[in-house]
């Protein structure tokens, strides 16, 4: 655009790092399938190093605020280190998630006056805070009034799903701009990724962090609960995290050893949850969890809870999987039951085919520019 007056909208992303989880996944597909004639994207990360991070296209700038792991919490927070940024840089809009937003809504006051602010949350802000609440009263207590105040503040705020839009709304009131955007899956790459082999009959996969939010302690005494009338049954877990000894342990005194698998973190595990006749998931809470979406776009039918966030609006029951009314173990293992005994009724073309009609990447990242080109022009 040379001798031309640049009229694309400038988009700075702010992440703490974009890594391999799924906000971090939800940024790379933004950042690489935004529409380079409308828009200019750039990067603020406070760690320097991650997996997402590498595979970035090279036309994006990014800017590194700490070092390759941040241990302050000036670190974790900060907050004159972007604001400097972004007032050299003058961008016309900031989207931030996960901890930034609380960096972000900090620094905000004093953003350029042409500089707008979008936040996404990243999971149910009520829950998630009651979590951390009961860790320390006093400084999460004061992180949950500033975050309110934050999102209030803000020129719009990204909800990963209608409960947690309607979470947020009852939380903030009318000052709240809220809007609806799930997260987008690419649905072409995961065809290309193949299909790998998993131990049992029926063979169950699990994909996630393994800490209490995604609930395998309650998955765990599910599967016990089941495995006589199933017995050539085996789970495996896909993931890695604070509660993997404690798990192991939990598994040994139910005498599931023989019957559940942990593998740890796997770069790519897309091929295992396609060989998988289920995919579940005993969250206590979620914002979007994107890997039951990836199932969802291999064809794999999902079993989830109940559970603040997005599940109850990703299942269709008896078309795409089920969904345990409570988060405890005996209703998800009623659920699974469900779900085993119409394995036969589930038809994985049109899994992936619906699954793509919600969520596939440039429906999601349309939804997107859209709200950018909106914020901006208010």
Known sequence: MTGMLDRRIRVLFAIPALDRGGPDR??????????????????MVIEGEGDYLSRLPKDIPVE?????????????YPVLRALRF??????????????????????????????????RQANDFTTNFAELVKQSRVKHRFARWLSKQNLKA?????????????????????????????????????????TGTLPGSPALVSVGRLMPQKGFDILLPAIAQIRTRYPGLHLTIIGDGPDREQLEAQTR???LTDVVT??????????????????????RYEGFPNAALEALACGTPIVLTDCPGANS????????????PAIESAAFATALETALAERADYDRDAITANCAERFAAHRIVAQYEQLFASVVAS
């Open 26 to 43: 939800v940024l790379f597909e933004l950042l690489t399938s935004i529409d380079r004639e409308r828009f200019v994207p750039s990067l």
């Open 64 to 76: 590194v605020l700490g070092g390759p792991v941040s241990k302050t919490r000036r670190d974790r």
């Open 86 to 119: 972004i007032r050299k840089t003058q961008p016309d809009l900031v989207f931030g998630t996960l901890r930034m937003t609380f960096t972000l809504g900090v620094a905000a006051p004093a953003f350029p006056a042409h500089t707008r602010l979008i936040l």
């Open 154 to 194: 803000a020129d719009a705020v990204v909800c990963q799903s209608h409960a947690m839009k309607a979470d947020l709304n009852e939380l903030l009131g009318a000052r709240a701009k809220l809007h609806v955007i799930g997260n987008p899956v690419d649905v072409d790459a995961i065809a290309r990724a193949g």
């Open 253 to 255: 005194e139910l005498g």
């Open 262 to 283: 942990f593998t740890g973190f796997s770069k790519n595990p897309i091929p295992s949850v396609r060989a998988a006749d289920l995919f579940v998931l005993a969250s």
């Open 313 to 324: 609006e990703i299942v269709i029951a008896g078309m795409n999987g089920r969904l345990a």
